[in-house]
Structures are given as C-alpha cells and as structure tokens.
C-alpha cells in the first residue's frame, strides 16, 4: 500500500494541515460536534447521497480506524468537504462530481462491484491504481484526483473543528497536538518541550483575538 500508514500519516502531516480554508460559522454549528456517526444522507449540502456514501467510504480507507485510535469517519471529514464544497472549496465540486462516478465506475470495471460493496482489500487496491494514475476513466489523471481528495481529508482531519471537521479533537489528538495557545506560560513552555502539555481541546475561534464575524 502506498497511500497512507497511520505511522507515516504522523511523519508527513505533522501540524501542516491544520491550516484550511475558511468555510463559514454555520457549517460548524450544523455539525453535532459531539458526535462521531457519519453525516445522514439527508444531512449532505453538497454531496449526493450516493456520492457521500462514496465519500464515506473513501476516507475510511485513506485515514483508517485502527488499533492506534480513530480516523477520518470518526473525525467527520466528509462533512468538512461536502460544507466546503459549498463555499471555500467550490472550485472543485465539478472535479469531485466527475472524478467519484469515474471511481466507482472503475471498481465496478475492475473488481466486480461498486467501491462501496468491496472489501477493505479490494478498496485498498484500487485508490492505489487512482492514486498511481493506473485507473481509467477519469479527466485527466486519475492521480490529481487522488491528491486532492486525500488532501481535503487531512484538511477535514486535522483543522481547527471550527470548519466542520476534527470532530472531538480526534485529529488533534492523533498527532498529540495539545491545542491553540495564544498565550503560554514558563511552565506551560516547559510541559510542551518534555511533550506533557495536557490538551485543551479549544478552537482558536474560541479566543477573542480568533474571532471571524
């Protein structure tokens, strides 16, 4: 598998998608924050039903649950793409709407079924034939689609939760980030160079300083 190990995963994401684009306040407030469920099909703003059931299972495979903790299903990464599709990401819907039909059109052609029915195995073997280019049907390489994708996904993973993603600070978690400070005390400097800073848990958006109207 080339795509993605949970080990790996920590290497190359580090703190860097964190940063995303800015999606609008409502997005987070429609989200139930504390839940961990995927989206209902009638809860996509952007997405198909059929296309966030896709999307679903997409992630769960690009950022998997394993022994080490929970992945992007839990951290609700499809809602956080399927709310930015409808305003910082929108650029990309057309390539989202052409590039998911040609996927599922692939595991059909290729595997036997829809991407959905396959088994994680089977699943596994095809984003590595998108995400090497070897998959056919798409506009262009199916590679591009593949990076996008698995770049929103650490996008809805790991930002700030205020974007509607991260649900429960899953992702923070994950990479051990302890949280938005914007300030810090000698002992709390301290805690964060021995790598013993508890987690806050706070959206930056919860400071003051942080606030979007």
């Known amino acids: 598998m080339t795509f993605i190990s949970r080990r790996d995963l920590l290497k190359r994401v580090g703190m860097t998608s964190i940063a995303v684009p800015f999606v609008r306040r409502d997005a987070l407030q429609a989200t139930a924050a504390t839940s961990t469920e995927p989206p209902a099909a009638a809860a ?59 996927l599922d059109r692939y595991a059909q052609a290729s595997r036997g079924a829809p991407f959905v029915a396959l088994p994680p195995i089977d699943q596994d073997s095809v984003l590595i034939d998108v995400e090497t280019g070897a998959a056919t049907g798409f506009s262009g390489s199916s590679a591009t ?10 996008q809805g993973t790991f930002g700030d939760p205020y974007y509607g993603g991260n649900a429960n600070f899953i992702g923070w978690d994950l990479l051990q980030y302890p949280g938005v400070r914007t300030m810090v005390t000698a002992a709390e400097q301290q805690a964060l160079e021995h790598k013993q800073l508890k987690p806050n848990h706070k959206s930056a958006y919860e400071y003051e300083t942080w606030r979007r109207g």
């Open 145 to 154: 689609f593949f990076a996008m994708v698995l770049n929103h996904t650490h």
């Open 44 to 102: 996509f703003e952007s997405f198909t039903s059929e296309e966030g059931k896709l999307m679903d299972a997409i992630v769960a495979r690009l950022i998997p649950t394993d022994d080490l903790g929970p992945g992007a299903t839990e951290a609700r990464a499809v809602v956080y793409i399927d709310r930015a599709l409808g305003d910082a990401l929108k650029s990309s819907r057309t390539m989202y709407t052409s590039g998911l039909a040609a």
